[in-house]
């Protein structure tokens, strides 16, 4: 059975870092595309960070450029987000997805996704 699994999540202090895990089983990484989304309450979900299944390509929203990182270690199967100098409007639950393509561009589109992991919430807060 395929399946993603995130964890990492959690409450931290604004300025704060977390790195989250995608690990997946059932299924190799190594030629897909792997996403992290996430959704607030009251929100729409928006696509946070992407990572081509060769790791050469990668993209960021706006609002995460330059905070938040995303790597991938297809030996241990899983792709990471390391998320760096938090804030409260980064509280989420996060989710990462798989994306079965060759496409050399990191592209950050949901519907292209064709499998999700359950989530993991992040909170900043004070």
């Known amino acids: 059975q395929l399946q993603l699994v995130e964890s990492g999540g959690g409450l931290v202090q604004p300025g704060g870092s977390l790195r989250l895990s995608c690990a997946a089983s059932?299924?190799?990484?190594?030629?897909?595309?792997i996403g992290w989304f996430r959704q607030a309450p009251g929100k729409e979900r928006e696509g946070v960070s992407c990572i081509s299944s060769s790791g050469g390509s990668t993209n960021y929203a706006d609002s995460v450029k330059g905070r938040f990182t995303i790597s991938r270690d297809n030996a241990k199967n899983t792709v990471y987000l390391q998320m760096n100098s938090l804030k409260p409007e980064d509280t989420a639950v996060y989710y990462c997805a798989a994306e079965g393509t060759s496409r050399v561009q990191a592209m950050c589109v949901a519907m292209y996704y064709d499998y999700w992991g359950q989530g993991t919430q992040v909170t900043v807060s004070s």
């Open positions: 059932g299924f190799t990484l190594d030629y897909y595309a």
